[in-house]
Structure formats: C-alpha cells, structure tokens
C-alpha cells in the first residue's frame, strides 16, 4: 500500500497567488502598470542601496519580495467567512489579528489570513485582508432585513471548490491534480462580476448606509477589491505614479518616512469607476455603475513588540488630531515626522530599548566562543559572534486600512459608529479563534536565538 502525496500547502498558496495576480491584471490593466513600476523602483532601490539587498538576502526576504502580494476581500455572513477560513486553510494561511474598522467609519471588522511561519512566509507571503460586513450597523431596519435576505440567497464558492476543501480536511492534504483543480475553483470565488443582483433602487439605498455595505451587498460574489505589491520606497513609487498615468491617493498612510522602516506604509490610486449592469422590477438588465476596485502599493518595515505598538499608536493619535485630507496633505506629513521623531530610527535603539523584534544570525567569525567567553546577547553582538536584522510586519494597521478606504470614498464618506465590535461575535462566526500576531513575532525571534545557542553550543544569557 502506498501513500498519495500531497502538494505542500506553501506551494498551493504559491500557485494561487501567481493566479490572482494574472486574473486582477486581465481585469484591473493599471495593477500590471503598477507592477512595473514596483519592479523598477525595486532594482533602482537595491542597486543604490547594498546594505539593504545585503539585509534582504540574509532573511531570504529577496526571493519573496517579487512575489509578495496582498489582497482583500469582503464577505457578508458568518457562513461565508467560516468557509474562506477552510479555503484559506488548504493554502496553509490562518487568521491573524482581529481589527475593528468600524472606530473608523468603516462597518466591518477583519482578520488576516496567512501563513504564520517563518519558512513558510519565505515561500509565499501571500496575505488576505478579509471583512466581514456588520449588518448591526445598518440603521433602517427595513434595509438590514432586506440585505440578510439578498446575502442568504447566494452562494459564493464553487460547487467543486467545496468538495475540494472537503476532501483536503478529511484525507489531510490534495494531490497534484486536485491542487490545481482547487486553485482554478477557489479564483473563482474572487473574479469580478459586472452583474448587480439588485435593483439600482436597492443598491442606491444600501450605497446611501455607506458605499462598502452595497459593494459587499449587491452582488453574485466578494471580488478582490485590490491586489498589493510590497515596494522597498513607497516615497519614490508615490513621485512616480503620475509619470504611469496613475493618479495618487493624497497621503501615504502610517508612519513617516524613516531611515529605518517600522510596520506598514501604504498607498493606492484611486477606485475605479466600472460599469455594472442592475435589474429593473421586470427582470431586464438596466446599465449602470459602481466604484469598488483600486490599486494599494505597501512598504513593509520591522515589526514592533508591545511597548514599540504602545509608542506608535500614541504618536499616531496625536498626529491623527486633524485628519489626512487632499488639502492638509503636506501639512499632515510634515508633522507626522515631526511628532514621530520621539520613536528612535535605528535598530539597535530599536532593539536595546525593545521596541522591535529582530532575528538573529550566527557570523562566519572563524574562532569559537570559549568557555570563558561571553555569553550575554549584547556582549556576542558586539564581538561580530551574533548580528540580527530586523524581523518584517507581516500584518496591518486598521487606521492605515480604514485611510485607505475612505480615501477611496471620498472625503465626505465618514460615518460615525457608536455600537462596540466585538471580536468574540467575530470568532464566532469566523468558527475559530484568531492568532496573535505579537505571539507569532515573539516566537520567530525567540527560534533564531534557539538556533544560535546551538550553533553556538552555549546558552544565550
């Protein structure tokens, strides 16, 4: 009897990434633009920055850094949500962090999905920033019972891809040619489709609530909304968008630039406005359109630990006062950096005040360490025995994703939301419970330092 092997999740997750690439590039032509000026800025990066490419190739970060793409999606139950949870689980990526985008004027809250291990991450960092709409916050009564009856009517996964997440769970992995029949029935789930499953009267009043609450509402499935390559100099890709014939949102999101980069910088050009196609109360299709799709471009940095969270959202806040706008743009950002100065910008501050997680690395230094030698961290840094580099944000910033989205809305889209989440309702309905992404980060630093100790062949005090 012989054993059926199984494609490695990572890989699965690899193929389906390279394949919403191709499918949101047929469908979205600016996003293959936007490909190729990531790319140039990218190499331009690299060639004048040796000490960068250096610190990539020693974390593996430059072999994932072409590929390295996120996306997002948006789901309108909790059945929904729990089976992208089995979908994404075939492609080993979990959810990660709970984020509340309703204190923001966005009625969703979100997870994370990806993969959690450093090995894996280096494989395929694909990520999926996926929201569940809250239902709760549409105020007419009338129109809340109206969209839980548009959404209990459809059906968003193929009848094939079920089977096929059905099969991976009870024989614990797919073979080759059910890995690829998953990865063509999951695209699925995620293609656009220009075909409103109401009226232009429904959907003009759910996009009165609020304009995400008719984008997740009012059609046959969830469309990935953008698709993001990760740049090494989000300033240069924003400076060089108009040259692409992309226009620029007005302010990058998250913290300002910095010689060392912390968390999350984002920006996009704005959505699209597509043509879409309602249906009138005789059945006949009436021409219309909606504004859902946009481009993101991210810039990631080192990720921070609680005392480094505690300090950044603090300088946020006292930035955020006045918020970003097309017409405080310049004003905005010049006093973020300055506020932002109180956050220390190189990593050994970051480092030796704990504000940062990093992963460590024995040196090629050819003599041993004695048995009277050093055994303190610090002390092994210091005589070339260790040296660390920064550990990547692989996750987001609900201030930065709720910016982005109403930037995509208008300025004017602002709602104010005073029911609380609730991230127990969210696990709920997600069927699980969501990781710790400062656990995840804390775990990869504490297995490089584990790793050292043994080559090393001493205890790490």
């Not at 999740?9 to 996003?31: G, N, T, W």
Request: proline content about 5%; charged content about 25%.
């Amino acid at each position: 009897m012989t054993t059926q092997a199984f494609v490695d999740p990572d890989e699965i997750r690899a193929r389906f990434s390279r394949a919403m690439s191709d499918m949101y590039k047929a469908e979205v032509p600016l996003y293959g633009t936007l490909l190729e000026l990531v790319s140039d800025i990218n190499q331009r990066t690299l060639a004048n920055n040796p000490t960068l490419a250096e610190q990539l190739r020693q974390t593996g970060e430059i072999k994932r850094l072409d590929q390295e793409r996120h996306g997002a999606i948006r789901v309108g139950t909790a059945q929904e949500l729990a089976t992208l949870r089995r979908l994404f689980a075939v492609m080993g990526m979990y959810p990660v962090g709970y984020y509340d985008l309703s204190e923001a004027g966005v009625p969703v809250h979100s997870t994370a999905f990806r993969a959690v291990h450093e090995a894996s991450l280096q494989k395929s960092p694909f990520r999926v920033f996926t929201s569940l709409l809250r239902l709760e916050l549409i105020e007419d009564e009338a129109l809340k019972q109206k969209a839980a009856a548009i959404l209990a009517q459809r059906i968003i996964f193929t009848s094939r891809a079920l089977e096929l997440i059905a099969r991976c769970e009870t024989k614990g992995g797919l073979s080759a040619s059910d890995a690829d029949a998953f990865v063509r029935e999951a695209l699925e789930t995620f293609r656009w489709h220009g075909e409103a499953t109401v009226s232009a009267k429904v959907y003009q009043q759910l996009h009165d609530q609020h304009r995400l609450i008719a984008d997740i509402v009012a059609f046959k499935g969830p469309h990935i909304n953008h698709l993001t390559p990760r740049t090494l100099d989000i300033d240069a890709i924003q400076q060089g968008m108009p040259s692409r014939g992309i226009t620029p949102k007005a302010v990058i999101e998250g913290p300002p630039p910095r010689r060392c980069p912390v968390l999350l910088r984002q920006t996009s050009f704005k959505a699209l406005q597509e043509k879409v196609t309602f249906i009138d109360e005789q059945g006949n299709a009436v021409a219309g359109s909606h504004t859902a799709r946009f481009g993101e471009i991210e810039q990631r940095g080192v990720a921070l630990t609680p005392k480094g969270r505690a300090l950044y959202d603090k300088l946020l806040n006292i930035a955020r006062t006045q918020a970003p706008s097309e017409s405080n743009a310049q004003a905005y950002m010049q006093a973020l950096t300055d506020i932002f100065a109180e956050l220390p910008d190189s990593y050994e501050s970051l480092r030796k005040q704990g504000l940062a997680y990093f992963r460590y690395f024995v040196t090629d230094k050819d003599d041993a360490v004695t048995q009277d030698g050093p055994r303190d961290l610090d002390a092994l840094i210091q005589s070339d025995y260790i040296h660390y580099e920064p550990l990547v944000y692989e996750d987001f910033l609900p201030v930065s994703a709720a910016g982005i989205f109403q930037s995509n809305l208008g300025d004017q889209a602002q709602t104010l939301y005073t029911k609380a989440s609730s991230k127990d309702r969210f696990e709920q309905a997600l069927g699980a419970s969501v990781l710790d992404e400062l656990a995840l980060y804390a775990d990869t630093q504490a297995r490089s330092l584990k790793r050292c100790e043994e080559q090393l062949g001493i205890p790490l005090s």
